[in-house]
Every structure is written in structure tokens, then in C-alpha cells.
């Protein structure tokens, strides 16, 4: 009998933590934050912490989790753990279109910055893009973590440079300006959360990782409070020196940032920058997509090819490949701003259901080991993962109907796929 070949476990905290500060420090932070601001006006800051919240009382749901089931398929696991199959098949199925559809849609938005330094067709460099992180994904898992963490260095890198441009600006704005008021606060919230995705696809690396139990929930938290950190500074920064009202008629309002305070050169550098930030996302939510097909297919619920792993790269090359041809047929989906949000409806759909697992789980398997435990509770109740559901249900209610209307469609052809046998697919 062949002796199966397993993922190879490499990455300590410091590769997860960067790993997962790379991909939330990416797209949504450089490409959204002048659409916020359109919506927030220079309160765009506590859109930022409002948007933080759902950030980190999921983010304590996953850690708990990942300590309890340290498994690739992360978040299918743990919804079949709680609630059975059809539900944990459900969320698995929103989590890849989300990595999907965003890579796809950040890749358009590399495409963008190179096209301003290049003039290359954005669908072609993005394109590129898309095949070229892909051979990186199937080289190997460390290969990609490196890059991913020098990538993380170059854009938080810009952030701190963003950080540093505002502080002669401090005080010539009034940060709580709101032209819609709270309503345009919080619907700004919605949209930027996309800028926080990211901190749930550190679990999916739980099986390369070295004593995942312990360094997986250390390396999430860590990484959603340097992002909180540095977006709010980032956000107060940019208004300080652009003014929501010209944040928001930005294409590129990082490096017109720049170029305002510090001139063209700066405008490149911002932009160089942002390639760097952008790569980093499609890579991570590329990785992400790829190992929860890699984990379903491994559990039996995907088709058996999905779960091959290549015999000396050893990484789960079938579903790279499955995700890089899905990611390209995606990459004609249009307006970020858009597709951002049905991303977020599809994570906040999933962040109620971790949060509600949570929940479930202390009463359903109380003895079951729990390395990481959310602190906060009324005998067997968590009070945090409950705050979690109220908030996710909450951003919901900002997101506007057609992308409602479009997520219930993707959750229902999910329902109909749980009822196919992949077996004998």
C-alpha cells in the first residue's frame, strides 16, 4: 500500500504571523480606503475600528478552533464539527468563492498600478500575475511564506511611510466629519472590512505548521492587532492630508497621497509599493482557496484527485491548479468595490457561523481539548463569539440588496452542490 504524503510542517510564529499580516495588510487598505472615505468622510478612522471588531472576536472564534481541530480545511472542519455536513459543505464552498473571486478582483487591481508605471492592459499583467504565484504556490509552502513575508515588509513598509507623510498634517482636518453621517460610518465599515480578510486563512496553514495548536492562534491574534494598529494611524493620516472629499475621487489614493506631499517620485514609489501589496493578497487568498479544495477533497468531500500531493514539492498541486483556473476565468469580474462586498457577504455569512460553533461546541464537546480557550464566560456560554454574531449580522444589514441578492444566490448553489455525491465525481 503507498504510504500517503503529507504536507511539510515548516512555519514557526514569525512566518504565520507575517504570513497573515501580509494578506490583510493588502488590497483592501491601498485600493478601498477612498471609497471609505466617500461614504465616512474623515471619520473613514472609525469605520477602521468599528470594522476591527468583527476582526477580533472572530479572530478569538478561530483561535479557539484551530486549537481544537488544526486542520487545512479549517473552517469546514469546524462547521462540521458543530453543526454536521451539509452546513460545514456550505461554508466551505463560500470560503473558496471568497479567495476566488477576491484574488481575481485584487489581481485586476495589480493590473491598475502596472498599467500607471507600464501601460500594460490590466487583464493581461493581471493574468500573469495569477499563473506566476501560482507556480510559486506549487514550488513549495516555505518558498511562498518568504515571498508573502517580504512582500508584508515592502507594504507595511508604505504604511508606515503613509504614516509618517500625515504627521505634519495632524489637526488641519476635523476627523469627525461625516457627510452621511453615522449611517455612511458604518456602511464604510462594511466595505473596508474587506481590508481585514486575511486573518482566517492563517488556520488554513495549520497543517504546515510546527505545533499548530499553540503557534496558529498566537500568529492571528498577533497579526489582526498590528493591522488594527497601523490602519487606524493609516486612515488618520490620509485625511490629515488629502481631505475625505479628495480621498475620494482617488484612483490611486496612496500615491496620490504621496505626490501631494512629496512629489512624482513619490507617486512611483507608492505605486511600486502597491504592486508589492496587491501580489501579496492574490498569493495569500490563492493559498487559502487552494488548501481548504485540498482540505474538503482530503476529507472525501471533494473528488479524490483534489487532495493528490506532489510526491517531492509536496504541496497539493491538483488544487493550486483548480484554483489558478478559477482565479483567471474571475478575473473579468469588474468593479472591486462591488465584488469586495459580495466577499464580505460571504465572510460575514461564515463569521457567523465560526462564532456560533464556538458557542456550540463548549456544550456539544466540552472535554475536548482546547489549547486556546476565548476568554469571557457565563458557565458554559462565550459572551465574545455572541458579540461576534450581532456584529456580522449587523454589517450584513449595510451592504446593499443586489449584493444581498447575489450572496443568497451563492449560498443556495452551495446547498444544492451539498446534495451531489463527489465521490463518484
Same mark, same amino acid.
Given at each position: 500500500?503507498?504510504?500517503?504524503?503529507?504536507?511539510?510542517?515548516?512555519?514557526?510564529?514569525?512566518?504565520?504571523?507575517?504570513?497573515?499580516?501580509?494578506?490583510?495588510?493588502?488590497?483592501?487598505?491601498?485600493?478601498?480606503?477612498?471609497? +471609505?472615505?466617500?461614504?465616512?468622510?474623515?471619520?473613514?478612522?472609525?469605520?477602521?475600528?468599528?470594522?476591527?471588531?468583527?476582526?477580533?472576536?472572530?479572530?478569538?472564534?478561530?483561535?479557539? !478552533?484551530?486549537?481544537?481541530?488544526?486542520? +487545512?480545511?479549517?473552517?469546514?472542519?469546524?462547521?462540521?464539527?458543530?453543526?454536521?455536513?451539509?452546513?460545514?459543505?456550505?461554508?466551505?464552498?463560500?470560503?473558496?468563492?471568497?479567495?476566488?473571486?477576491?484574488?481575481?478582483?485584487?489581481?485586476?487591481?495589480?493590473?491598475?498600478?502596472? @498599467?500607471?508605471?507600464?501601460?500594460?492592459?490590466?487583464?493581461?499583467?493581471?493574468? /500573469?500575475?495569477?499563473?506566476?504565484?501560482?507556480?510559486?504556490?506549487?514550488?513549495?509552502?516555505?518558498?511562498?511564506?518568504?515571498?508573502?513575508?517580504?512582500?508584508?515588509?515592502?507594504?507595511?513598509?508604505?504604511?508606515?511611510?503613509?504614516?509618517?507623510?500625515?504627521?505634519?498634517? !495632524?489637526?488641519?482636518?476635523?476627523?469627525?466629519?461625516?457627510?452621511?453621517?453615522?449611517?455612511?460610518?458604518?456602511?464604510?465599515?462594511?466595505?473596508?472590512?474587506?481590508?481585514?480578510?486575511?486573518?482566517?486563512?492563517?488556520?488554513?496553514?495549520?497543517?504546515?505548521?510546527?505545533?499548530?495548536?499553540?503557534?496558529?492562534?498566537?500568529?492571528?491574534?498577533?497579526?489582526?492587532?498590528?493591522?488594527?494598529?497601523?490602519? /487606524?494611524?493609516?486612515?488618520?493620516?490620509?485625511?490629515? /492630508?488629502?481631505?475625505?472629499?479628495?480621498?475620494?475621487?482617488?484612483?490611486?489614493?496612496?500615491?496620490?497621497?504621496?505626490?501631494?506631499?512629496?512629489?512624482? @517620485?513619490?507617486?512611483a514609489l507608492l505605486s511600486v509599493i502597491a504592486l508589492f501589496a496587491t501580489? @501579496?493578497?492574490?498569493?495569500?487568498?490563492?493559498?487559502?482557496?487552494?488548501?481548504?479544495?485540498?482540505?474538503?477533497?482530503?476529507?472525501?468531500?471533494?473528488?479524490?484527485?483534489?487532495?493528490?500531493?506532489?510526491?517531492?514539492?509536496?504541496?497539493?498541486?491538483?488544487?493550486?491548479?483548480?484554483?489558478?483556473?478559477?482565479?483567471?476565468?474571475?478575473?473579468? +469580474?469588474?468593479?472591486?468595490?462591488?465584488?469586495?462586498?459580495?466577499t464580505n457577504f460571504t465572510l460575514f455569512v461564515t463569521?457567523?457561523?465560526? @462564532?456560533?460553533?464556538?458557542?456550540?461546541?463548549?456544550?456539544?464537546?466540552?472535554?475536548?481539548?482546547?489549547?486556546?480557550?476565548?476568554?469571557?464566560?457565563?458557565?458554559?456560554?462565550?459572551?465574545?463569539?455572541?458579540?461576534?454574531? !450581532?456584529?456580522?449580522?449587523?454589517?450584513?444589514?449595510?451592504?446593499?440588496?443586489?449584493?444581498? !441578492?447575489?450572496?443568497?444566490?451563492?449560498?443556495?448553489?452551495?446547498?444544492?452542490?451539498?446534495?451531489?455525491?463527489?465521490?463518484?465525481?
Amino acid at each position: 500500500m503507498t504510504r500517503k504524503v503529507e504536507l511539510k510542517r515548516e512555519l514557526g510564529l514569525l512566518e504565520i504571523t507575517l504570513s497573515g499580516v501580509g494578506i490583510i495588510l493588502g488590497a483592501g487598505i491601498y485600493a478601498l480606503i477612498g471609497k +471609505a472615505a466617500g461614504l465616512a468622510g474623515n471619520a473613514v478612522w472609525l469605520s477602521f475600528a468599528l470594522s476591527a471588531l468583527v476582526a477580533v472576536f472572530t479572530g478569538l472564534s478561530y483561535a479557539e !478552533l484551530s486549537s481544537m481541530l488544526p486542520k +487545512a480545511s479549517a473552517e469546514y472542519e469546524y462547521t462540521k464539527s458543530a453543526f454536521g455536513m451539509r452546513l460545514a459543505f456550505i461554508i466551505g464552498w463560500l470560503i473558496i468563492l471568497s479567495g476566488i473571486i477576491g484574488a481575481s478582483t485584487v489581481a485586476l487591481g495589480f493590473g491598475g498600478y502596472f @498599467n500607471s508605471l507600464f501601460s500594460v492592459p490590466p487583464t493581461a499583467s493581471g493574468f /500573469v500575475l495569477i499563473v506566476a504565484l501560482s507556480f510559486l504556490l506549487f514550488y513549495g509552502i516555505k518558498e511562498s511564506a518568504w515571498f508573502a513575508i517580504v512582500a508584508t515588509l515592502i507594504e507595511t513598509a508604505g504604511l508606515v511611510l503613509i504614516i509618517f507623510i500625515g504627521l505634519p498634517y !495632524l489637526g488641519k482636518v476635523d476627523y469627525f466629519e461625516m457627510p452621511y453621517g453615522l449611517a455612511g460610518v458604518f456602511q464604510a465599515s462594511a466595505l473596508i472590512f474587506f481590508a481585514y480578510t486575511g486573518f482566517e486563512s492563517i488556520v488554513k496553514l495549520s497543517e504546515e505548521t510546527k505545533a499548530p495548536e499553540k503557534t496558529i492562534p498566537r500568529g492571528l491574534l498577533l497579526a489582526i492587532l498590528i493591522s488594527i494598529i497601523l490602519y /487606524v494611524l493609516v486612515a488618520v493620516a490620509a485625511v490629515s /492630508v488629502m481631505g475625505w472629499e479628495k480621498l475620494a475621487s482617488s484612483g490611486a489614493p496612496f500615491a496620490d497621497l504621496a505626490f501631494v506631499a512629496l512629489g512624482s @517620485n513619490a507617486f512611483a514609489l507608492l505605486s511600486v509599493i502597491a504592486l508589492f501589496a496587491t501580489a @501579496n493578497t492574490v498569493l495569500m487568498m490563492m493559498l487559502g482557496s487552494s488548501r481548504i479544495i485540498y482540505g474538503m477533497a482530503d476529507s472525501s468531500t471533494f473528488p479524490g484527485i483534489l487532495a493528490r500531493v506532489h510526491p517531492s514539492r509536496r504541496t497539493p498541486w491538483v488544487a493550486i491548479f483548480v484554483a489558478m483556473v478559477l482565479s483567471v476565468l474571475f478575473i473579468f +469580474a469588474g468593479d472591486i468595490t462591488f465584488v469586495a462586498n459580495i466577499t464580505n457577504f460571504t465572510l460575514f455569512v461564515t463569521f457567523f457561523v465560526i @462564532n456560533a460553533a464556538v458557542i456550540l461546541l463548549r456544550y456539544k464537546e466540552p472535554q475536548m481539548k482546547r489549547p486556546f480557550r476565548v476568554p469571557v464566560s457565563i458557565g458554559k456560554f462565550t459572551v465574545l463569539p455572541f458579540f461576534g454574531i !450581532l456584529f456580522c449580522i449587523f454589517m450584513l444589514f449595510q451592504l446593499e440588496w443586489m449584493v444581498l !441578492l447575489i450572496g443568497a444566490a451563492l449560498v443556495i448553489l452551495g446547498w444544492l452542490l451539498s446534495f451531489v455525491d463527489m465521490k463518484n465525481v
